[in-house]
């Protein structure tokens, strides 16, 4: 009765619901703010080396540069937002970005000095984006977090293509000195509006054991944050789940050979990564909004198959309608990933949701660059369709073991729910042991009067007396 309230609960969960959270739209905005910051940088180094250098490929490696450190700050630094608060850890990493692009808006500047400032701007984003997304299951309970994720994720896709489709405009207008610039108010932006809307929350680490403990060395905590990942299926098997995007994103690595050999030049470079974006907004809109949770987790494991076997027709040799098709088709299957987000955020500890996050979204960024790179490498010597057969035929392969896994677990948990008469609760590693778990993030999200409640009872069971 209680489960069935909380399906039509969460049914009934829309965008406005979550935007009446005033942190929630803090949180936002200041993402919108730095991911359009970011690009922008990055378009504008971009175009400084190569008009300095004349050289693509040290405007490549300019942009590698510019992301490579993501996943070297996520398996590093993340730790930083399980330690200190994470409020804190946010409004500190966005002034040291702001004071770095700063320093690199600068004349004279070596290109050097801006290629290294770039690194470490990037680096500091790192446990940023840890913070944040630690932070969103303490703004956003039940159902309303899905939601949450949804709009994060389409904001990210969106932004990106604003910072680079603008951020050409805006650099050969205003020059690269401003453009720094801008990116610099941004950061700055972003500072303001998460130190005068999000509430400030004790330190995860401090606060879960009381004493302030911490970690013998830096080096154990990574280590003991990889082991906790690694060593629950509750964690893993979700992270396992996001990883397939370096196989369903494998034609970004490979898009300029393959809009040439259609016959299209920048314009269709353009459509084509349009194409898989579009489908991953109206996957994540009609997922989050229409199907109740229940239902997500089940389809979790055929949508992950899904958007990658869909890239095997590519073996036909498809037009350039065609190969639109399929890319929304797959961007479109990729909405499992909203499900992975929430149930892997959920299952950490909340004392070590950061660097669980982190060590996850590095792995994540690590292997998207590493399969582009081996896709770009192949594009050379093979057709790009082929490539892309190739990437959808491994991707498959790995998404239904990934799957079969999955299905196994749920499996196992549910008859060891049945056996102990306390459902998913059974598994030390599912959500249920940890403060934001499904169990209570559900009660939190019936009507949010659960306290009020409470309080009601306890008045009329005082009047009864």
Not at 51 to 66: E, K, Q, Y
Request: net charge positive; charged share 15%; proline share 4%.
């Amino acid at each position: 009765m209680a489960r069935g309230g909380v399906t039509e609960q969460a049914a009934r969960t829309s965008f406005r619901d979550v935007f009446a959270v005033g942190e929630f739209r803090a949180l936002w905005t200041a993402q919108l703010l730095s991911v359009v910051g970011d690009q922008l940088a990055r378009v504008a180094l971009t175009i400084l080396v190569y008009s300095r250098t004349r050289s693509a490929l040290l405007a490549a490696i300019t942009f590698v540069v510019s992301i490579v450190p993501t996943f070297i700050g996520g398996v590093t630094l993340a730790w930083l937002a399980d330690r200190y608060p994470r409020r804190r850890v946010m409004i500190v990493c966005d002034v040291v970005r702001c004071g770095l692009v700063l320093i690199m808006a600068l004349p004279r500047v070596p290109l050097a000095a801006l290629v290294a400032l770039l690194f470490v701007v990037t680096l500091a984003g790192a446990p940023f984006v840890s913070a944040r997304a630690a932070v969103f299951p303490d703004v956003l309970t039940g159902d309303k977090y899905v939601m949450g994720t949804a709009v994060t994720l389409t904001t990210y896709q969106f932004a990106q293509v604003l910072g680079f489709g603008v951020g050409g405009a805006v650099v050969g207008f205003f020059g690269v000195r401003t453009s720094l610039a801008v990116d610099a108010v941004t950061f700055a932006g972003s500072a303001l509006i998460l130190r005068a809307w999000v509430r400030p929350r004790p330190a995860p680490a401090s606060a879960a054991d009381g004493s302030g403990a911490r970690p013998v060395s830096r080096l154990a905590g990574i280590a003991a944050g990889a082991r906790l990942v690694f060593a629950r299926p509750a964690l893993c098997l979700p992270m396992l789940f996001g990883w397939l995007a370096a196989f369903y994103n494998a034609p970004e690595g490979v898009v300029t050979p393959l809009a040439a050999g259609l016959g299209g030049g920048a314009l269709a470079v353009g459509v084509i990564l349009a194409a898989n974006a579009l489908g991953e907004t109206a996957g994540a809109i009609v997922f989050s909004r229409f199907v109740v949770p229940a239902t997500r987790l089940r389809f979790m494991g055929p949508l992950a198959v899904g958007s990658c076997a869909v890239l095997l027709f590519f073996a036909l040799r498809p037009g350039l309608f065609a190969t639109l098709a399929i890319l929304a088709a797959s961007g479109l299957f990729a909405c499992f990933q909203l499900v992975a987000n929430a149930a892997f955020v959920t299952a950490a500890p909340q004392e070590q949701r950061s660097q669980a996050f982190g060590l996850a979204q590095g792995g994540m960024s690590l292997g998207q660059g590493a399969v582009m790179i081996a896709a770009g490498a192949a594009a050379q010597h093979v057709a790009p369709a082929r490539v892309i057969t190739v990437c959808g035929a491994v991707g498959t392969i790995l998404a239904l073991a990934i799957a079969l896994a999955w299905s196994r677990y749920r499996g196992s948990q549910a008859g060891g729910g049945r056996h102990a008469g306390q459902g998913r609760r059974a598994d030390p590693g599912s959500r249920g042991d940890q403060g934001n778990g499904a169990d209570q993030g559900n009660t939190a999200d019936q009507g949010g009067r659960t306290d009020q409640d409470r309080e009601e009872d306890r008045g009329r069971q005082a009047d009864v007396r």
